[in-house]
């Protein structure tokens, strides 16, 4: 196990937290582009339509007889030849989703964090609440500990902190049961409390007999109802 420092907000550490160690092993780069690429596919609306020849709005009627006047044959003005007429092959409302394997999301959330961990951009605070909504405050908070661009993750609805920092760019604050990999990867440092942090290590964790649980390291246990949402992203 490694141990990694808990800081209060001032940047003074005031504790630590275990963090398995990964000792000779890759971070698994396809498993994490494979979720991250299904995750963005789920993102898409789907809801492209044109209008085929038979539901634009115009006459049927048979623009001019079949033979005798040296043109090419045509029926009504809404054909896909004709300004104003019906797309041929053109784009259909589509559902994207895709649905990964419950191991798959596990996993990928464990490379996640530990990418961050293993380039010292995972920082675990002891507590992090404002008195007020203050924009000032978090932007003095986050110069502390010198990060430009993060993911702030919090186990509780704390307006103070949400309002403190939806301001500044380059910040995205979200609650740990929505908290997904692209959001991870795609912000430079990860910010976390203790709260947070334990329910993504003990996340889908299975008791092993003389061994205490870590969601890191484990394999892939049915998860418990509490974490069933922090695996759905």
Not at 44 to 66: C, D, L, M, P, W
Request: hydrophobic share 35%; charged share 25%; with cysteine.
């Amino acid at each position: 196990m490694t141990e990694i420092p808990v800081y209060n907000m001032k940047k003074e550490k005031v504790g630590s937290v275990e963090f398995p160690a990964f000792e000779g092993k890759k971070v698994n780069t396809a498993l994490l582009h494979q979720v991250v690429v299904a995750q963005q596919t789920n993102r898409r609306q789907g809801n492209a339509k044109v209008k085929t020849r038979h539901e634009v709005a115009g006459s049927t009627r048979k623009i001019y007889r079949q033979k005798g006047t040296g043109g090419a044959r045509h029926g009504d003005i809404k054909a896909p030849l004709f300004v104003g007429g019906g797309q041929t092959f053109g784009p259909k409302p589509k559902n994207y989703d895709v649905r990964l394997p419950q191991k798959i999301r596990r996993a990928a959330l464990r490379e996640a964090v530990r990418v961050r961990q293993e380039e010292g951009r995972l920082w675990i605070l002891d507590q992090l609440q404002f008195d007020a909504p203050k924009t000032k405050k978090a932007a003095e908070l986050f110069s502390i500990f010198e990060i430009e661009k993060g993911l702030v993750v919090l186990d509780q609805s704390l307006p103070h902190v949400e309002k403190s920092t939806r301001n500044l760019s380059g910040f995205k604050v979200c609650r740990v049961e929505g908290v997904s990999v692209r959001d991870i990867l795609a912000y430079q440092h990860l910010v976390l409390t203790r709260g947070p942090y334990e329910r993504l290590r003990n996340q889908g964790q299975r008791p092993v007999e003389g061994e205490a649980p870590s969601g890191f390291a484990g394999g892939g246990g049915d998860a418990s109802p509490s974490n069933e949402r922090l695996l759905a992203s």
